[in-house]
């Protein structure tokens, strides 16, 4: 044990790269895949390469790092694999926009001399995120890091591929997909963000073809019509039903489409009339497969104009290419009105413009047969969600599973492993290593989606197809912590190619994190700028505090409010335990503490109860962490920290420190060591720095680093029920007496009288406790009796049928004590009258600001409050 002094102060910036360069040192962090320990291992959901810490990662980090040193504690082989995703269409943005910065346009270079711009990006920004990572306190393996670009990663994603060809699940085909007309290429659901803008609603006349009738349809993108192909109306509609088989005559083209019926029209809404642009609506798409309709492309990759209209509209952008719509049906007498709207246009997140829905020749992967087993792992409980309720939003979307889009019109990523024939581009060949003859073929220019190669993390990241023995220890991983916003995304798929690849499992249990939203509950968001710089926080209060805060208002399911006051909390617990922990550490010998034996040693009933609740403690934590509610588990260690250990057994140890029993003073100081050591145990996978640098002090020459110590699981059948009452006894008798004292304004340094009527067979725990009352009340003498009669002036409080009466005489000055209260009393009534008055009156609660209002009910509330306790402190004295 070291015989230093523990400093006055906490120094986390110091301490923490002390003891992260010590653990990484020690080899702490590494996974042995040749170890016969229970293996527990966990991959991180890799951050884009292009990414800076966030509080969302703060959450979801410290939660993985929680599971993985609470496993390396039990003494399991654990194994947290780091690493980063190449982010496709994130990172050729920003390399895009670095050119452009330069004057260097993505279009004037050839695909190689792009990427080794792209490569020469990605060394210089792309580790930054790691770094900060470490200094969250993160223990993952650091040897095993993976990139999503590696070499060793690009091969099980292309081998992947190749498997999936040859069993003919991959395909290419033409099908509408989200285009970005930034980056021109397709881009996935996750990467457009929705947003609520204000707008027009056109209402157009189209004449039915041979007569002087019209049919009016409406829409918020005039541009689009002249790709229509037909107009719909609900086949039960009795406006139209002898228009359905003619046709309209299409304005500004000429074309002349059919009038079809389809239940998807909504009667009620509008005029019951839909234009039909199959090329660029989804729900126009599914129309125009079910009535075998033309499909128009009327646009260009950057969602200009292209030659499939008018030759006036050609090469308009689509913005002009509204506005000329609209002059033209207005001119022409086809503009029947425009509406404002409210619409809910999908941006692409990169791009930051409006997607097009865009016809465009791409690889498909089926998904029914990779389904059917990932839809069966959930719901027979092979894999569980955290929370429950997520698994039928998983459900929804499995079971309406389509045919996934996997290519991508960029550069920076996979490319597709297919080479044309440049004699016959219809001959294929598809492999990892290319054609034996390259100069006879052309590869194919898309690359993969980022998913399609993040859905291969958990066993791409361990050299899947080659090692075996790292699959066969660390595969399946133990648990899954991500956003529930990517079940989709990532955690259906990645459950897909468990069982396509390895015909199992990928992980066995799934936390989804919560929302973070601030104390609006507005969602953090860059944009907002309402999201906290997470190293301004770790300056100010600490990594530790801010982990250990975190993580303490992170109920399961719930939506995060995050407020700095829960990090204040966390701070000020980590200076509680600092300070308790000096206090004891100060008390103890040179040598450390006295060698006795708890499990043999006579134990006075305050280190029965510490230790029990200890225990206790230890195995509410357990269970909590077991079922993966985070906030419980800290609330535990924090109540029983601050609660138990130090507002009431430091105060009963003082008593020994500093009494005349050499003996009880010795089992004080090993009993308060004990706790200390397994709350820093329990402590420690929230809160590593702070734990281990306090641990140094107190650990043995036996004893370990605190990182791989012993985990306290602790024991149902150690349960000490009798010290737990007797010790409830003493708190609340403890307790009384204190409130007593602050209510009636005692001052501290005066020591009172304690008469206790009715002991009720307490006498003798009384009695072994007397010197704690007397202490911990500031009691001078203590008279117990069963008759006793209750002396003059004095405050009465009953605990568990006790009557506890402190005698007032001589401790305050009562005639200026009930002039006081008498006072107050007066002035209350007086407030009390007018608030009543006040919500009493209809014109007040009907007209008045609903916040006004609510703030005289609360004054109502408060004032009660205390008018009470001041008349009951006022009947007690007189």
């Given at each position: 044990?070291?015989?230093?002094?523990?400093?006055?102060?906490?120094?986390?910036?110091?301490?923490?790269?002390?003891?992260?360069?010590?653990?990484?040192?020690?080899?702490?962090?590494?996974?042995?895949?040749?170890?016969?320990?229970?293996?527990?291992?966990?991959?991180?959901?890799?951050?884009?390469?292009?990414?800076?810490?966030?509080?969302?990662?703060?959450?979801?980090?410290?939660?993985?790092?929680?599971?993985?040193?609470?496993?390396?504690?039990?003494?399991?082989n654990a194994c947290w694999i780091p690493g980063t995703d190449h982010a496709s269409i994130a990172t050729e943005s920003k390399v895009v926009k670095m050119l452009e910065k330069q004057g260097i346009s993505k279009d004037s270079l050839s695909r190689d001399e792009f990427m080794t711009h792209a490569w020469a990006w990605k060394e210089k920004y792309g580790g930054i995120i790691i770094n900060q990572l470490k200094k969250l306190g993160c223990s993952c393996d650091?040897?095993?890091?993976?990139?999503?670009?590696?070499?060793?990663?690009?091969?099980?994603?292309?081998?992947?591929?190749?498997?999936?060809?040859?069993?003919?699940?991959?395909?290419?085909?033409?099908?509408?997909?989200?285009?970005?007309?930034?980056?021109?290429?397709?881009?996935?659901?996750?990467?457009?963000?929705?947003?609520?803008?204000?707008?027009?609603?056109?209402?157009?006349?189209?004449?039915?073809?041979?007569?002087?009738?019209?049919?009016?349809?409406?829409?918020?993108?005039?541009?689009?019509?002249?790709?229509?192909?037909?107009?719909?109306?609900?086949?039960?509609?009795?406006?139209?039903?002898?228009?359905?088989?003619?046709?309209?005559?299409?304005?500004?083209?000429?074309?002349?489409?059919?009038?079809?019926?389809?239940?998807?029209?909504?009667?009620?809404?509008?005029?019951?009339?839909?234009?039909?642009?199959?090329?660029?609506?989804?729900?126009?798409?599914?129309?125009?497969?079910?009535?075998?309709?033309?499909?128009?492309?009327?646009?260009?990759?950057?969602?200009?104009?292209?030659?499939?209209?008018?030759?006036?509209?050609?090469?308009?952008?689509?913005?002009?290419?509204?506005?000329?719509?609209?002059?033209?049906?207005?001119?022409?007498?086809?503009?029947?009105?425009?509406?404002?709207?409210?619409?809910?246009?999908?941006?692409?997140?990169?791009?930051?413009?409006?997607?097009?829905?865009?016809?465009?020749?791409?690889?498909?992967?089926?998904?029914?047969?990779?389904?059917?087993?990932?839809?069966?792992?959930?719901?027979?409980?092979?894999?569980?969600?955290?929370?429950?309720?997520?698994?039928?939003?998983?459900?929804?979307?499995?079971?309406?599973?389509?045919?996934?889009?996997?290519?991508?019109?960029?550069?920076?990523?996979?490319?597709?492993?297919?080479?044309?024939?440049?004699?016959?581009?219809?001959?294929?060949?598809?492999?990892?290593?290319?054609?034996?003859?390259?100069?006879?073929?052309?590869?194919?220019?898309?690359?993969?989606?980022?998913?399609?190669?993040?859905?291969?993390?958990?066993?791409?990241?361990?050299?899947?197809?080659?090692?075996?023995?790292?699959?066969?220890?660390?595969?399946?991983?133990?648990?899954?912590?991500?956003?529930?916003?990517?079940?989709?995304?990532?955690?259906?798929?990645?459950?897909?190619?468990?069982?396509?690849?390895?015909?199992?499992?990928?992980?066995?249990?799934?936390?989804?994190?919560?929302?973070?939203?601030?104390?609006?509950?507005?969602?953090?968001?860059?944009?907002?700028?309402?999201?906290?710089?997470?190293?301004?926080?770790?300056?100010?209060?600490?990594?530790?505090?801010?982990?250990?805060?975190?993580?303490?208002?992170?109920?399961?399911?719930?939506?995060?409010?995050?407020?700095?006051?829960?990090?204040?909390?966390?701070?000020?617990?980590?200076?509680?335990?600092?300070?308790?922990?000096?206090?004891?550490?100060?008390?103890?010998?040179?040598?450390?503490?006295?060698?006795?034996?708890?499990?043999?040693?006579?134990?006075?009933?305050?280190?029965?109860?510490?230790?029990?609740?200890?225990?206790?403690?230890?195995?509410?934590?357990?269970?909590?962490?077991?079922?993966?509610?985070?906030?419980?588990?800290?609330?535990?260690?924090?109540?029983?920290?601050?609660?138990?250990?130090?507002?009431?057994?430091?105060?009963?140890?003082?008593?020994?420190?500093?009494?005349?029993?050499?003996?009880?003073?010795?089992?004080?100081?090993?009993?308060?060591?004990?706790?200390?050591?397994?709350?820093?145990?329990?402590?420690?996978?929230?809160?590593?720095?702070?734990?281990?640098?306090?641990?140094?002090?107190?650990?043995?020459?036996?004893?370990?680093?605190?990182?791989?110590?012993?985990?306290?699981?602790?024991?149902?059948?150690?349960?000490?029920?009798?010290?737990?009452?007797?010790?409830?006894?003493?708190?609340?008798?403890?307790?009384?007496?204190?409130?007593?004292?602050?209510?009636?304004?005692?001052?501290?340094?005066?020591?009172?009288?304690?008469?206790?009527?009715?002991?009720?067979?307490?006498?003798?725990?009384?009695?072994?406790?007397?010197?704690?009352?007397?202490?911990?009340?500031?009691?001078?003498?203590?008279?117990?009796?069963?008759?006793?009669?209750?002396?003059?002036?004095?405050?009465?409080?009953?605990?568990?049928?006790?009557?506890?009466?402190?005698?007032?005489?001589?401790?305050?000055?009562?005639?200026?004590?009930?002039?006081?209260?008498?006072?107050?009393?007066?002035?209350?009534?007086?407030?009390?009258?007018?608030?009543?008055?006040?919500?009493?009156?209809?014109?007040?609660?009907?007209?008045?600001?609903?916040?006004?209002?609510?703030?005289?009910?609360?004054?109502?509330?408060?004032?009660?409050?205390?008018?009470?306790?001041?008349?009951?402190?006022?009947?007690?004295?007189?």
């Amino acid at each position: 044990m070291s015989t230093s002094q523990i400093d006055k102060t906490y120094n986390w910036d110091k301490l923490e790269d002390h003891w992260y360069q010590h653990w990484l040192e020690k080899g702490y962090f590494k996974g042995d895949p040749d170890s016969d320990k229970e293996p527990y291992s966990i991959v991180i959901p890799p951050p884009n390469v292009t990414g800076m810490l966030t509080m969302g990662h703060v959450l979801n980090n410290t939660i993985q790092d929680v599971l993985i040193r609470k496993a390396r504690m039990e003494g399991k082989n654990a194994c947290w694999i780091p690493g980063t995703d190449h982010a496709s269409i994130a990172t050729e943005s920003k390399v895009v926009k670095m050119l452009e910065k330069q004057g260097i346009s993505k279009d004037s270079l050839s695909r190689d001399e792009f990427m080794t711009h792209a490569w020469a990006w990605k060394e210089k920004y792309g580790g930054i995120i790691i770094n900060q990572l470490k200094k969250l306190g993160c223990s993952c393996d650091w040897d095993r890091e993976r990139f999503t670009m590696d070499e060793g990663y690009s091969r099980a994603v292309l081998e992947a591929f190749v498997q999936l060809y040859h069993k003919g699940l991959i395909y290419k085909g033409h099908r509408l997909v989200n285009w970005c007309p930034v980056s021109k290429s397709a881009i996935s659901d996750e990467e457009v963000i929705h947003q609520d803008k204000n707008g027009k609603l056109w209402h157009f006349r189209y004449p039915i073809t041979g007569t002087e009738d019209y049919l009016v349809v409406a829409t918020t993108r005039p541009e689009t019509m002249l790709g229509d192909t037909a107009v719909a109306v609900h086949p039960e509609d009795e406006r139209y039903k002898n228009s359905i088989g003619k046709t309209v005559t299409l304005p500004l083209v000429g074309r002349e489409i059919p009038i079809i019926s389809d239940t998807y029209v909504d009667k009620d809404f509008g005029t019951g009339c839909v234009k039909v642009t199959p090329a660029h609506d989804p729900n126009d798409f599914a129309m125009g497969e079910r009535h075998d309709l033309e499909f128009i492309n009327i646009m260009n990759d950057d969602a200009s104009m292209n030659s499939e209209v008018p030759n006036k509209f050609q090469g308009l952008s689509r913005e002009s290419a509204r506005k000329t719509v609209e002059k033209e049906m207005e001119a022409e007498g086809y503009l029947d009105k425009v509406e404002d709207y409210s619409n809910n246009i999908g941006f692409s997140e990169r791009g930051n413009v409006p997607i097009e829905f865009y016809i465009s020749e791409q690889w498909y992967l089926k998904m029914d047969e990779l389904a059917k087993p990932a839809l069966d792992a959930v719901n027979d409980g092979q894999i569980k969600f955290h929370p429950a309720h997520w698994t039928k939003t998983y459900n929804h979307w499995m079971e309406n599973i389509k045919d996934w889009c996997i290519s991508r019109q960029l550069w920076w990523g996979h490319q597709i492993p297919v080479w044309y024939n440049k004699d016959n581009p219809q001959q294929l060949h598809v492999s990892v290593d290319g054609p034996e003859d390259p100069e006879n073929w052309t590869q194919d220019e898309d690359v993969l989606d980022t998913w399609a190669s993040s859905w291969l993390w958990p066993f791409a990241v361990q050299a899947w197809p080659e090692a075996e023995k790292n699959l066969k220890t660390f595969y399946p991983t133990d648990a899954l912590v991500t956003g529930p916003d990517i079940i989709f995304f990532w955690v259906a798929r990645m459950i897909m190619s468990g069982y396509e690849f390895l015909d199992d499992i990928p992980f066995k249990d799934v936390y989804f994190t919560s929302i973070l939203r601030d104390e609006t509950g507005k969602k953090f968001s860059k944009s907002l700028g309402n999201s906290p710089d997470p190293f301004d926080l770790f300056k100010e209060y600490g990594t530790d505090a801010t982990r250990f805060g975190t993580m303490l208002m992170a109920p399961q399911g719930l939506d995060v409010l995050f407020s700095n006051s829960r990090l204040e909390i966390g701070r000020n617990f980590m200076n509680k335990l600092w300070n308790a922990s000096r206090f004891v550490h100060m008390n103890l010998e040179r040598g450390g503490a006295p060698k006795i034996d708890l499990e043999s040693a006579e134990l006075d009933l305050p280190e029965r109860w510490i230790l029990s609740q200890l225990n206790q403690t230890a195995i509410r934590v357990n269970h909590q962490l077991d079922r993966f509610h985070f906030n419980e588990a800290a609330k535990a260690i924090y109540e029983f920290t601050w609660g138990d250990f130090c507002d009431w057994y430091i105060e009963i140890a003082k008593t020994r420190f500093y009494g005349d029993d050499p003996h009880k003073a010795d089992v004080s100081r090993v009993v308060a060591v004990h706790v200390i050591k397994g709350i820093l145990t329990l402590l420690h996978p929230y809160s590593p720095f702070i734990t281990e640098e306090i641990w140094s002090y107190f650990r043995n020459d036996a004893d370990s680093d605190l990182i791989v110590s012993p985990w306290l699981n602790g024991n149902e059948s150690q349960a000490d029920t009798e010290a737990d009452t007797s010790m409830g006894l003493l708190k609340e008798m403890v307790t009384a007496v204190r409130t007593i004292r602050s209510r009636m304004n005692v001052p501290p340094g005066k020591k009172a009288d304690l008469v206790i009527r009715n002991v009720n067979g307490h006498q003798s725990n009384i009695e072994s406790f007397d010197d704690i009352i007397k202490t911990l009340g500031r009691i001078n003498k203590i008279t117990l009796g069963a008759n006793l009669e209750k002396p003059d002036q004095s405050a009465t409080a009953v605990v568990q049928k006790m009557e506890l009466f402190v005698p007032l005489k001589g401790l305050i000055d009562l005639d200026q004590e009930i002039a006081r209260l008498s006072k107050r009393l007066d002035e209350l009534k007086g407030h009390l009258v007018g608030v009543e008055k006040k919500l009493a009156n209809e014109n007040f609660v009907n007209r008045a600001p609903e916040n006004v209002v609510a703030h005289e009910k609360q004054n109502l509330q408060d004032m009660t409050a205390e008018f009470d306790l001041v008349k009951a402190n006022l009947d007690m004295l007189q």
